[in-house]
């Protein structure tokens, strides 16, 4: 299996920065930042259907790759504002309509409050990347994230490479450097993700307490 | 094309001007400084053996098939194993050897792995 283009280009980046470094050891750092960024951004999110019943509060559920994170929300499908289809970040916790529940492992979520009948919950949850690695070495993960993403990824790689000890690409700066432009793209995709991708839709980064147009 | 032990074999004895059998540095000899060479590395770039920091450290012989394995090591760095195989067979203690050449060939080694290119 191969990589895509985009994971091509990113890796290409990467190793024209860093004379002397291991594609094996770029891998690793690459799977690091992913992680991290995965869970600062919530970028990856999937919402998953589950069939409640009366006298059960807590139900497993599985996701077709990576591992649940953070649960988003919960609702009844029922709901004329959400269903299956509808883009995972509009289930938000303390919505209305939503139902109030956590996630205490990743794939075990807990409702508050036993339903009343049967019936189709959806749960929005973030995903992050986790074991099994493929054979290109990397985690599995959209494809989208890496072409969207990529110039943060890069400098995030960038800076935890050159923060290892005694190799020739060591450099604390340099690391500094990619470090800061990093955390400045992880915090811009972080805005953009909350407003889902809407232009201007949220010009507020703080205080999130004046936001009213988040729930 | 990645580099074999045997083409190690050949071009260690290349540069020490020991061309013609029976060696005065044996292939057997050579195998096993090549085996130090990983234990070197492991001390002063872990990344470059991470393959094996769950597995034992490889070894190496002058047989056939020994000769015919592949180093297991990112090829940006063959000359730096070489330069450590160079250095261990100038460091014996023959008439031929010179311990300035030995050392100059163990600091290219460390230089390889460690010392900044920009």
């Known amino acids: ?215 | 094309m990645a580099k074999t032990v045997g083409n190690l074999m050949d071009e260690v004895h290349v540069l020490l001007q020991d061309l013609i059998p029976e060696y005065r540095y044996s292939e057997a000899d050579i195998a096993i400084y090549l085996g130090d060479a990983f234990l070197e590395i492991r001390r002063v770039r872990p990344d470059l053996v991470r393959a094996f920091f769950r597995t034992d450290y490889p070894s190496f012989d002058a047989t056939t098939t020994g000769k015919a394995a592949v180093i297991p090591i990112d090829q940006m760095y063959y000359t730096a194993v070489r330069d450590y195989v160079l250095s261990m067979c100038q460091l014996r203690d023959d008439e031929n050897n010179q311990d300035a050449r030995s050392m100059a060939f163990k600091q290219m080694f460390l230089a390889k792995l460690t010392t900044a290119v920009a």
Not at chain 1, 23 to 44: A, G, M, P, Q, S
């Open chain 1, 1 to 215: 299996m191969a990589n895509s283009p985009a994971v091509d280009r990113l890796l290409d980046n990467i190793r024209i920065n860093l004379p002397g470094a291991t594609d094996n050891t770029i891998l690793l750092e690459v799977f690091n930042t992913l992680k991290d960024w995965c869970k600062w951004t919530k970028n990856w999110q999937l919402t998953v259907e589950l069939e409640v019943q009366p006298g059960c509060r807590v139900y497993m559920f599985a996701v077709p790759a990576g591992k649940p994170e953070f649960l988003l929300g919960v609702a009844p499908k029922k709901d004329g504002a959400v269903d299956g289809t509808d883009p995972p970040s509009q289930i938000s916790p303390g919505g209305p309509g939503r139902v109030a529940a956590t996630m205490p492992e990743p794939g075990k979520l807990v409702l508050q409050y036993e339903p009343n009948e049967p019936q189709t919950y959806c749960a929005s949850v973030s995903l992050n990347v986790t074991d099994p690695i493929l054979r290109t070495g990397l985690p599995v993960f959209p494809d989208w994230l890496i072409e969207q993403h990529d110039e943060a990824l890069k400098e995030g790689t960038l800076s935890r490479m050159m923060f290892q000890a005694s190799k020739p690409y060591t450099s604390l700066q340099g690391a500094q450097y990619h470090g800061v432009n990093y955390r400045k793209l992880r915090n811009e995709a972080r805005n953009s993700i909350n407003t889902g991708y809407v232009y201007g839709g949220q010009r507020w980064m703080f205080p999130q307490t004046v936001n009213r147009r988040r729930y």
